[in-house]
């Protein structure tokens, strides 16, 4: 019989059931590093025609940009500005800039190469974080984004899984395979690049047993990070126009709880957790409403660790 794992990371865990990406960042770096969210003004192949013309289902004109996040302004002037807003930023605080807003690896290698080291170059930011489609990561991109691994510089690429299913990534309109998030990721391994995979749970059509085998899946890969979403609803988007049709229901904040520890139980304890959950402004959020409350729901998903006495890696032991 397998036995069961005791949280042997629990203190790095600084209490919490789960390992927590703010938390590695202050152990590492013994500071405050927060990341500053950036709009290279870089297009998306599932907008511009070359995969497809209207975007994902989920996507909002705006490329899923932070609110505030302006293309207009230069790299180093978004910089600033962010530096500037933090309301908690000191002169001990460092940085990571994070390429957000529509597919940071879709352009020519040497504009690609221009805009990371612009960024990179600023004061007191110490890493870049590189968010893109997997199919957008030819090789000679990956070994762009692999010359910027050094020591003490914190270098992650942010792939856009959502689902290990075909059929999810079709009815979210992504325009790639799950086969293409296996090839980015093993690629990027190869070249030890960390890789956070971003997932959607709440998919309409995912049972329970088809996110766990997403989890099922991730054990084998060599993932670093993983951030989570809630399948939430925002104004202009296809998913607006199918949930005004009746055609779905997004995950109630019991079930999200719920299927998200499920999850967790079964991934590695060595894999950073970047985000529990979508975050998305009032003004453009249709549902769930839940999604407002992220304190909430934090401390809804501890409590629920806490009931069940489980943490992230529980069940993972068991699963390989
Ligand atoms: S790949 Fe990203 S930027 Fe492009 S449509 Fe989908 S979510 Fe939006």
Redesign the pocket.
């Known amino acids: 019989m397998t036995k069961k794992r005791e949280p042997s990371n629990a203190a790095r865990w600084h209490g919490k059931p789960y390992h927590s990406f703010s938390d590695y960042l202050r152990d590492k770096y013994n500071c405050r590093v927060l990341k500053i969210p950036i709009n290279a003004g870089l297009s ?4 511009d025609g070359a995969v ?1 013309s209207s ?2 289902v ?3 004109p705006d ?2 940009a932070s609110p505030g996040m302006l293309a207009s302004m230069t790299i180093p002037e978004q910089i600033a500005t962010a530096k500037m807003n933090f309301k908690r930023s000191d002169a001990a605080t460092k940085y990571i800039a994070y390429f957000q ?3 940071n690896t879709y352009g020519p290698l040497t504009l690609l190469k221009q805009l990371y080291d612009l960024a990179a170059a600023q004061d007191d930011v110490i890493g870049l974080m590189i ?1 893109t ?1 997997p199919d957008c990561l030819p090789d000679a991109v990956l070994d762009l984004v692999c010359s910027y691994r050094r020591p003490g510089f914190e270098l992650w690429l942010e792939i ?1 899984m959502q689902s290990s299913h075909d059929k999810s990534l079709e009815f979210l ?3 790639h395979t799950n086969g293409d998030t296996i090839s980015a990721i093993t690629r990027a391994a190869i070249r030890n690049i960390p890789v956070c995979v971003h997932l959607i749970l709440g998919i309409p059509g995912e049972t329970w047993n088809d996110m766990m085998a997403t989890a099922s899946l991730l054990q084998g890969l060599p993932v670093s990070g993983i951030k989570f979403h809630h399948l939430h609803i925002i104004r202009n988007t296809a998913l607006a126009e199918i949930f005004d049709a009746g055609l779905m229901n997004p995950l109630t904040l019991r079930d999200y709880v719920s299927v998200l520890c499920d999850f967790i139980e079964r991934i590695s304890p060595d894999v950073t957790v970047h985000r529990l959950m979508g975050d998305r402004e009032e003004s453009s959020l249709v549902a769930p409403r839940w999604g407002l409350h992220k304190g909430t729901v934090h401390k809804a998903i501890e409590d629920e660790f806490r009931r069940r006495a489980t943490h992230q890696g529980f069940l993972y032991d068991r699963q390989r």
């Open positions: 998306c192949p599932n907008r497809g975007g994902c989920f996507c909002p490329g899923s807003a529509f597919t968010g489609r856009g309109r992504r325009g």
